[in-house]
Every structure is written in structure tokens, then in C-alpha cells.
């Protein structure tokens, strides 16, 4: 049980366009969705964290504008990158929560690698 | 702002040994710890999780331990085997309401290479 999706696992695109990740829950439902990106040899960072049919909240330094999430159901989040640039190559990791307050560990996505030329 | 540090960056051994994983946090009120493992392009797998009154998990071969006071977490893998072999990540839990922001946030460290010879 709790397995979650991510689609496309890893997308090329040229720079200036907009790309689309969704995340999904397969067997449960998710209270609350969070998108993490790590570059390499670094750490995973928390982007932004989104609950079903709020706007999502983002962390220090993450654009909003440029990095658009969309939490529609309890099932699939969306991370859409908005005119992305090369510096945006990265691997995008979501995660999900069924929501029981500190018991229940967040279940991790595969990831997608973006690469922007 | 919290930092999670994790040493050695990578460490090779040979199959059979045990062997030890630090992690070392600056903030002690943390709410959970978390251990994970991540193959290479792919997404994380739950180790264990210790709740911060807790002082240690185990699973099978996996031990860790957590010391809150001195911001410290060490995981223990006995017997180690190639198919150990990935990137293993801790990670702290934010308690809510306090830092503010997400419930449930993670913070990460950079991670440990670990790499088991056959």
C-alpha cells in the first residue's frame, strides 16, 4: 500500500516553456501534498506544500508565479514550471500525507528529472 | 534555522561488515526523525522513523538510535550486503507551529553514499 506516481519520470524541454508534473496517490488519500527539488550533491529542499482545494504554500525564495501547484483532489497534485530555464534542470520529487497529526511518514513519489536545454 | 548534516558523504566497504551512519542536527526540537534510502533516480523509501521521545527503531538489519539533547541520530546496518548499496538520507521533522509554514516538513540532509562491495 501507499504507493505514489509521478508522471513523466523525466522530461526534456526547451528553455522557455512550461512543463507539467503531476503526483499521485494510488491507494489512499492525501490530506496534504508537498513538491521537494534536489540539485546534485545537494539536499532535497521543500518547494512548496499544498492541501486539497488550498493554495498552495511556498517556502523562502520559491516563486510562486514561476512554479504553479495545483492540488484539485485528494488524489493528484500538479507542479507546473512556468517558462523554465536551464537553471531549473533539476529532479522534482513529490510526496504525500494521509494526514494522522506526527504518526504517519510522508510517501515518497520516484521523482522526475527535468532537463532544460 | 535548522541544519542536518550527515557524515561520512560516502563510505565503501566490503560485504559483511557492519557499519554506522551519522547524522547530526543543530535544532534539538525536532518533532520526528526519519531515515530514508534513495536508489539513484529514484524517489525515497522509508527506513524508520523515530519519534522524538523515542530513542530508537529497528527493522531487521537497521537500527538507528536518536539523541535529541545532543542533535544526533546514527543508523546501524548489520551485515551489510550489495544490495545495501544506494544513498541514505536523514531527515527531521519540523514540530508544528513553531517554525511556521507546512505541516509535517522535512529537512534533509545531503545524504551518505554508501557502497557495499561483494
Known amino acids: 500500500g501507499a504507493v505514489v506516481s509521478q508522471h513523466p519520470s523525466r522530461v526534456i524541454c526547451k528553455s522557455g516553456t512550461s512543463v507539467k508534473i503531476e503526483c499521485r496517490s494510488l491507494d489512499f488519500q492525501a490530506t496534504t501534498m508537498f513538491w521537494y527539488r534536489q540539485f546534485p550533491k545537494q539536499s532535497l529542499m521543500l518547494m512548496a506544500t499544498s492541501n486539497e482545494g488550498s493554495k498552495a504554500t511556498y517556502e523562502q525564495g520559491v516563486e510562486k508565479d514561476k512554479f504553479l501547484i495545483n492540488h484539485a483532489s485528494l488524489t493528484l497534485s500538479t507542479l507546473t514550471v512556468t517558462s523554465a530555464h536551464p537553471e531549473d534542470s533539476s529532479f522534482y520529487i513529490c510526496?504525500?500525507?494521509?494526514?494522522?497529526?506526527?504518526?504517519?511518514?510522508?510517501?515518497f513519489g520516484p521523482g522526475t528529472r527535468l532537463l532544460v536545454l | 534555522k535548522q541544519e542536518v548534516t550527515q557524515i561520512p558523504a560516502a563510505l565503501s566497504v566490503p560485504e559483511g561488515e557492519n557499519l554506522v551512519l551519522n547524522c547530526s542536527f543543530t535544532d534539538s526540537a525536532i518533532y520526528n526523525l526519519q531515515w530514508f534510502r534513495q536508489d539513484p533516480g529514484k524517489g525515497l523509501t522509508s527506513l524508520l522513523l523515530?519519534?522524538?521521545?523515542?530513542r530508537e527503531q529497528t527493522s531487521g538489519r537497521l537500527n538507528a538510535s536518536l539523541d535529541k539533547s545532543s542533535g544526533r541520530s546514527t543508523l546501524y546496518i548489520a551485515a551489510s550486503q550489495p544490495g545495501d548499496s544506494a544513498t541514505y538520507l536523514c531527515a527531521v521533522i519540523k514540530p508544528w507551529g513553531i517554525y511556521g509554514g507546512s505541516q509535517g516538513n522535512l529537512i534533509f540532509g545531503k545524504g551518505t553514499k554508501l557502497s557495499v562491495k561483494p
Open positions: 523515530i519519534q522524538s521521545s523515542q
Open positions: 510526496s504525500a500525507w494521509p494526514g494522522l497529526a506526527g504518526l504517519e511518514t510522508q510517501y
